[in-house]
Nanobody, 127 residues
């Protein structure tokens, strides 16, 4: 089990930037797949980005490609999501998640494969 805690959310105007941080209690292993998900009120939770260092692999949702960048600092037990060019439709609760087993063998956004979750950090983008 991986214990995770998100931070860095807030309220910004459209076009602004935020960097979200996911802190792990204990080491993040390169063999893990880790991801950012988001969920807006009344909508299903959706994958935003994922990273699988052991496979030198990343995944991005089409809606955020070119605007968001996922990264890790394994030595600091941290994962980040740099969000640029924010849009009102990015407004959601953002969650970090870990898939230690990586049964799919790649960076992915398959919700049911992620077993460990943070509590979420709210991102609100106003127009």
């Amino acid at each position: 089990q991986v214990l995770l805690m998100e931070s860095g959310g807030g309220s910004v105007q459209a076009g602004g930037s935020l960097r979200l941080t996911c802190a792990a209690a204990g080491p993040i292993y390169s063999s893990f797949c880790m991801a950012w998900f988001r969920q807006a009120p009344g909508k299903e939770r959706e994958a935003v980005a994922a990273i699988y260092p052991a496979g030198d692999d990343t995944y991005y949702a089409d809606s955020v490609k070119g605007r968001f960048t996922i990264s890790q600092d394994i030595g600091k037990n941290r994962m980040y999501l740099q969000m640029n060019g924010l849009k009102p439709e990015d407004t959601a609760m953002y969650y970090c998640a870990a898939d230690p087993l990586v049964r799919l063998g790649r960076a992915h956004g398959s919700l049911r494969e992620y077993s460990d979750w943070g509590q979420g950090t709210q991102v609100t983008v106003s127009s």
